[in-house]
């Protein structure tokens, strides 16, 4: 019913199954990567679950940057007809937890699709790590959790600063893809100041306790939602 009478939101319906299309051609890029990997090295050792990984990097991708970057849209076409803010803003998320549902649904049944195929076709070479953080609810409760509220959290972004969001988006990205493995991957011997940062930055985060990543979690989840909210209450129609 809210999503019948919410045309902002009900017109992502054409883009809903294009997007979980895109998790399964990136599971399928992933399995040919793989495939290749195992028939031209000549002793590769193990194999790992690389078409899953890259379907969970297009979940990730179609949630916070295609549901994003399509919520000024929606958003002013939505209101244009009548709907309201929170209503709008209560549909657009309940579209996005769909697609993260689904979603997740979806990489989990790959997941068990690529265990038995490469168990059948690599019997010879040991599975190098399995994924077990997909059947972790409380981690896959924060991942939903986290991916809609970037959605949403860039959306309202888009929405408040136009293109110049895009700059900021770009930037968190790379940031995300560049140093935060460096980060975690960095070993003592450097002598740069960033390879000393990292092993620092790194020390804390692995000593930090539970109690603490749930409060930083908490904190970063209610300042996001707070921003979403008050900016979709002062944006403006375009």
């Known amino acids: 019913m809210m999503l019948r009478n919410c045309p902002g939101a009900r017109r992502l319906s054409g883009s809903f199954f294009g997007n979980l299309l895109l998790i399964v051609l990136g599971f399928l890029f992933g399995e040919i990567l793989l495939f290749l990997i195992m028939f031209l090295e000549d002793d590769p050792g193990t194999w790992f679950c690389m078409g899953t990984v890259i379907a969970l990097v297009m979940l990730l991708v179609t949630t916070v940057l295609f549901y994003g970057v399509g919520y000024t849209g929606a958003f002013s076409l939505a209101l244009s007809m009548n709907c309201t803010r929170q209503r709008f803003l209560l549909d657009y998320s309940l579209k996005i937890l769909a697609h993260l549902v689904l979603g997740y649904l979806l990489v989990l049944g790959l997941y068990r699709l690529e265990l038995l195929v490469g168990h059948a076709a690599f019997p010879d070479y040991p599975l190098e790590a399995e994924l077990s953080f ?13 991916m809609l509220l970037s959605a949403l959290f860039v959306g309202a972004m888009f929405g408040r600063f136009g293109r110049k969001a895009g700059l900021i988006v770009y930037l968190v990205w790379m940031f995300c893809c560049f140093v935060v493995p460096k980060i975690f991957t960095a070993e003592p011997g450097g002598e740069g100041v960033f390879d000393q940062a990292a092993l620092l930055t790194q020390s804390a985060l692995l000593r930090m306790p539970m109690a603490g990543w749930i409060t930083l979690g908490a904190i970063a989840a209610v300042s996001m939602l707070a921003t979403v909210v008050v900016m979709a209450r002062k944006q403006m129609v375009r």
Do not use: N, P, Q
């Open 134 to 146: 997909l059947t972790d609810w409380r981690v896959v409760l924060a991942g939903i959790a986290g």
